[in-house]
């Protein structure tokens, strides 16, 4: 009986809240890309021991239920925690969960509304982070990364 593969040609893949397309496994060996390119990430090429992904933090995009979830986070802009400094933000980044960077979004949401002086680094990460929110929305919705920026948008001023 064949193996069968758990990643194929074609599958999208969350590494880092990038969003990475899957165009090659060859020899147990996965090879992928950025899925929204750009000017510095156009001959950007990864690859990965298919016996080592489950020591990453490589997953599959989240499904359309957990979506929903995280837009709900923005919606009730219910403040869990805070986040005490800039450094607290970027680990939380790195933790690859989706809802994490909504928590983190709504934080700095309501910071960014409640003051009028707000550090540039800041400003940044939350960029980053609804970069990283919109590509994923945009790849289980089927929308362009614009209709998914805008939605956030929508969800965060509702």
Known sequence: MKKKRIYNVGDKIVDYGQIFSIF???ERVIYFKP???NVQTQAFVCSIPIKNIRKTQIRRPVTKEKLKECVQIL???ILEEEFKDINQAKELLG???LSDIAKFMVYMYKEMNATETVSHSKKEIFEKASERFAHELAIIT???V???KNKIHHALNA
């Open 75 to 77: 919606k009730d802009k």
């Open 95 to 97: 933790t690859n969960k």
């Open 35 to 37: 899925f929204f390119e």
């Open 146 to 148: 614009k209709k998914a």
């Open 142 to 144: 089927n929308a362009s």
């Open 24 to 26: 090659e496994i060859k």
